[in-house]
């Protein structure tokens, strides 16, 4: 099954009440879609959503460091205790060290966490998928929250980084993301080989997110 992920970012209208509400409307296209579908709220967020939707969560971020004396930073530790399904690692507005990201991706793994490492390129991709993640998402960053969704705009670039991930391993599930918002940009990203999507603004920022979502997925 195809996965589609919904980054909520910090924008307002994926935060407090409204990102519970979203969540919730997600957990309910996802149940008459043929898509395994996720959410990646704010941290400040998550414990409203564990507690009132059925739905996986993943953070948006994790920091490479154990339980300890580090000050404002979140171990992988903790979003196992919480009962975090995974996160998002090296986002493009949350950029890590490569030492940090394979850090992650083993710790993850120890865990029993998912781990989503996002990249920027080709190069990239194949750099991070020499550490085994369960996913790479490649964004390029240019297009991230522009409304051009890069399974149209560059093709070639999530072609070439499904073949560059799947020949460094073959388990690995690589989604794509920037600007995608459609039914559309969902099949012509399957059709490159991705299994599946990243996306932010298409639906957090829709007018009518229900609406949004149920388009996302082919409903309407
Ligand atoms: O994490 C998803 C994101 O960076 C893509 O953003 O707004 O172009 O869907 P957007």
């Known amino acids: 099954m195809a996965?589609?992920?919904?980054?909520?970012?910090?924008?307002?209208?994926?935060?407090?009440?409204?990102?519970?509400?979203?969540?919730?409307?997600?957990r309910e296209v996802a149940e008459k879609a043929d898509f395994y579908m996720a959410v990646a709220p704010s941290f400040l967020d998550i414990s409203d959503i564990l507690r009132n939707v059925e739905i996986?969560?993943?953070?948006?971020?994790?920091?490479?460091?154990?339980?300890?004396s580090n000050t404002g930073r979140i171990p992988p530790e903790m979003l196992k205790e919480k009962g975090i399904r995974g996160s998002l690692i090296n986002h493009s507005e949350r950029r890590l060290r490569l030492?940090?990201?394979?850090?992650l991706v083993s710790r993850f793994r120890e865990l029993g966490l998912t781990s989503v490492v996002c990249t920027n390129n080709v190069a990239t991709?194949?750099?991070a998928a020499a550490f085994s993640p369960d996913y790479v998402a490649i964004e390029?960053?240019?297009?991230?929250?522009?409304?051009?969704?890069?399974?149209?705009?560059?093709?070639?670039?999530v072609e070439n980084s499904v073949?560059?991930?799947k020949k460094m391993?073959?388990?690995?599930?690589?989604?794509?993301?920037?600007?995608?918002?459609?039914?559309?940009?969902?099949?012509?990203?399957?059709?490159?080989?991705?299994?599946?999507?990243?996306?932010?603004?298409g639906?957090?920022?829709?007018?009518?997110?229900?609406?949004?979502?149920?388009?996302?997925?082919?409903?309407?």
């Open 125 to 127: 991709t194949q750099a």
């Open 3 to 26: 996965t589609i992920i919904i980054n909520f970012k910090a924008y307002r209208e994926g935060s407090g009440e409204r990102a519970v509400a979203l969540a919730k409307a997600v």
């Open 99 to 103: 030492a940090d990201i394979e850090f």
């Open 140 to 157: 390029p960053p240019e297009l991230i929250g522009s409304g051009i969704p890069v399974s149209k705009a560059e093709p070639e670039v």
């Open 203 to 220: 639906v957090v920022k829709a007018k009518d997110q229900k609406k949004a979502l149920e388009e996302l997925v082919g409903l309407r």
């Open 163 to 165: 073949k560059a991930a």
């Open 169 to 201: 391993d073959s388990e690995i599930r690589v989604l794509c993301g920037a600007g995608i918002a459609t039914y559309e940009d969902v099949v012509a990203a399957m059709d490159l080989g991705a299994d599946g999507v990243l996306l932010a603004s």
């Open 56 to 68: 996986d969560v993943f953070a948006q971020h994790t920091d490479a460091v154990g339980y300890g």
